[in-house]
């Protein structure tokens, strides 16, 4: 485990961030909203979470803000139901690999949002939990959010278990996706999805990947996000187990649980892992070159 450093910081106009640094890779959290991660990227290189700055600075606001970066949420998303504002100062405390990022039981739901961060190298495992504040059970999903910076590629893999001539695999589609949409280039068993700052329409698509990871390749470096499906449980979204978007801002990667009903003061958790490497070398592969090395790094 490689040593972390721990300082305070001013980023994007927030005093009060913490800095967390190895040899290999920088991260940043403001404590003053969240709890969210708005800077993570390979020393040298550039941040590889979108960066939202109309609210550079800003806390305790009233309305939504994206701000950008990794946040969690719960789904599904019914209204305005994940949207409660996460403006407020959060709890955040270090430890040997990491931090715990805590933040208030929200105002609306009555639900409680907490992150525990571990760093380790390029690697970053990190444990996203919800407990229900409230007196009669809430049945929802843990929905883990990554808003990426623009200019990049989104790898998303299809499902390749053999189930002979049943399907392995569901795709879920929202109002406004366009299955011609010119920033798609379908593969054998993978999607591309290019972000495209010139295209001003939005696309989203979930599916049930039971390969267990989504990647992102942008400025020199590829960010991959690992996570489980259990192919037995029920997911929402039309049994969406992840989900991508991206609109003329951003790209998002997406994990999302299985429906679970959280009894009153019960935590339920939903644990993802990244890896960021240096993508240089790369650039000139074909993509079914990076995917195939990808599956086996996930398999480590």
Not at 64 to 90: A, C, K
Not at 119 to 133: A, C, M, Q, S
Not at 212 to 220: D, F, P, T
Request: hydrophobic share 35%; net charge negative.
């Amino acid at each position: 485990m490689k040593q972390l450093n721990f300082s305070n910081t001013t980023f994007r106009g927030w005093d009060n961030c913490c800095k967390i640094s190895n040899d290999k890779i920088d991260m940043i959290i403001a404590r003053d909203i969240g709890p969210r991660i708005s800077y993570f990227a390979l020393k040298d290189k550039s941040n590889m979470m979108y960066e939202e700055h109309s609210s550079d600075g800003y806390s305790n606001l009233e309305d939504f803000h994206l701000y950008g970066g990794h946040r969690l949420w719960h789904g599904p998303q019914v209204g305005t139901r994940p949207e409660e504002p996460d403006n407020s100062p959060i709890d955040l405390e270090q430890i040997s690999d990491g931090v715990i990022l805590k933040q208030a039981t929200e105002k609306i739901s009555n639900m409680e949002k907490k992150m525990i961060v571990h760093i380790d190298g390029t690697k970053v495992t990190i444990e996203h939990f919800l407990t229900n504040h409230n007196v009669w059970d809430i049945e929802c999903t843990l929905w883990a959010i990554t808003a990426l910076a623009p200019g990049g590629m989104g790898i998303l893999p299809f499902s390749n278990r053999d189930t002979h001539y049943l399907p392995n695999q569901a795709l879920t589609l929202w109002p406004w996706t366009k299955m011609n949409d010119p920033r798609i280039t379908y593969k054998d068993d993978y999607l591309l999805v290019n972000q495209d700052s010139n295209n001003k329409n939005w696309w989203k698509m979930g599916f049930s990947n039971d390969r267990g990871w989504m990647a992102y390749i942008n400025n020199e470096q590829l960010f991959v996000k690992k996570f489980s499906m259990n192919i037995n449980k029920t997911y929402s979204d039309y049994g969406a187990s992840c989900e991508s978007f991206t609109s003329e801002f951003f790209f998002e990667l997406e994990t999302v649980s299985s429906l679970i009903k959280i009894k009153p003061n019960q935590t339920v958790s939903l644990i993802e892992s990244w890896n960021i490497y240096d993508a240089k070398d790369m650039l000139n592969d074909d993509y079914d070159k990076i995917v195939k090395n990808i599956d086996e790094l996930c398999k480590q």
